[in-house]
């Protein structure tokens, strides 16, 4: 007896029907007889229902049977029964992506996209899988056609056990899908995907399935990710930054703001933090900001930030940064310079322009406990509390929560195009108080709370209080 172990074998004569060793019972074994894929003998199910061995096919008599061929024809007909059998086939591949908009004031590194992964359901663009078809000179393993559109260019998938697909081929400029497979779990891994995809990364050669053909340059309408900088003193001395995409950049955001900047990066550097337009400010509006000046020690991102003036000079330490509209001291220094910004790697540009549809402004303050991370709960139940305000409103989310929450909240806000206004706790000058002052601060303007609470975190439960307190729409979300 040949000790050939196969998962797989035609149920009778015809060549058409494929059945797995896992589908055969006891009480099933005996009522069909078994082909071999490969060879066409006929198999033996055997170790049905053991505890000891793996149940298999085994060919009944002793046969010249290639495992290389019964995988390469157990490939081909397990896709085409899956291509057949599906409303969807889909598939994945690489591919390099650039904005149509070649002249948009707004375009930069965003635009373009090195490695973006494109899907497509073969479905959409064929009916018809032929096995062993030919294809101008060649025969393909499987062609995928359209019976009703022949200016559809026909696909071949191609399935490589040993030996590559040749390379007049792959040269010959038909659109091919290549499937390295090895062994017969390989089959199975392959079928069983929800989608054939080429790997994102790595060089074509080493990858088990390869798109031949394909267009791999495309250029389309892209909406790319543009800083808003929004200064309003009343609501932050500094102004902040929020992200919004490009269709919404070239209107202010808001019509009580003082000034609002697009600022996009059009060649790579450093993500810009606040000094970058507040040295815009200073240079273009004459703003005076304790921040800009050469007598205040601070690090990049404003940690550890004192005035130097305040032991000699009586100065406050942790001073106010409006304060330097009134300090005699103040001293412009260009801070892009010193932390090694390069404002010329940046487009800057002041927005003016007030939308023709000025919707009602909605403030909420989004906030969630250290250890809270449910992106889906998150979405779900903001979703579901914003649901009446997201047309019909300018949804503002204030947020000056745990690090967590805000890449939660900053992703939100991305899908939906909301304005996120940050109210960070000053920690130098506060002290452990920061919080709660932060929190006062974010009370002071805001129309309601949703809150994502573990019943412990003191600063997110003193923020439900004090909310309640103040007769605000409190949303607590328990988890």
Known sequence: MSEVKYQFAYIGDDRDEIISINDITTANRKQYKYRCIGCGQELLPRAIGSKYKKPHFYHREIVECSGETYIHKLAKKLLKQKFDSSDKFLVAYPVKKDCSKKNCRLRNINCHKEYEREEIDLKKFYDTCSEEANINRFVADLLLTNSQNSKIQPLLIEICVTHACEEDKLNSGLKIIEISIKKEQDVVSVVNRDVLEEPLFGPLKEKDIKFISFKRDIEEPMISEV???????????????????????????????????????????????IIL??????????????????????????????????????????????????????????????????????????????????????????????????????????????????????????????????LLINEYAKEHSLIVEPHEADWDRYGQEAGYRSNEEMLS????????????????GALIDAAKAKKIKVAVVRY
């Open 227 to 273: 800083s808003r900088y929004i200064f309003n003193p009343t609501v932050n001395e500094n102004g902040y930054i929020t992200q919004i995409n490009c269709q919404n950049a070239y209107n202010k955001l808001l019509n009580d703001s003082v000034c609002e900047l697009n600022m996009v990066k059009i060649q790579p550097t450093i993500d810009f933090g």
């Open 277 to 406: 337009p507040l040295t815009w400010m200073s240079m273009n509006k004459n703003l005076r900001r304790c921040n800009l000046c050469k007598f205040y020690y601070a690090t990049m991102y404003d940690v550890t930030s004192i005035c130097r003036l305040s032991n000699k000079y009586g100065k406050p330490k942790y001073p106010q940064m409006k304060d330097a509209e009134t300090c005699r001291s103040y001293y412009a220094e260009n801070r892009c310079n010193v932390f090694g910004y390069d404002m010329n790697r940046v487009y800057i540009e002041e927005i003016t322009t007030i939308p023709i549809l000025n919707k009602e402004k909605f403030r909420v303050i989004i906030a969630g406990s250290g250890s809270f991370n449910n992106q889906t709960m998150f979405k779900d139940k903001c979703d579901y509390f914003l649901s009446s305000k997201l047309d019909s409103h300018n949804v503002i989310i204030l947020s000056g929560t745990s690090f967590q929450t805000s």
């Open 445 to 460: 303007q805001a129309n309601a709370l949703i809150a994502f609470w573990d019943g412990k975190g003191r600063i997110t």
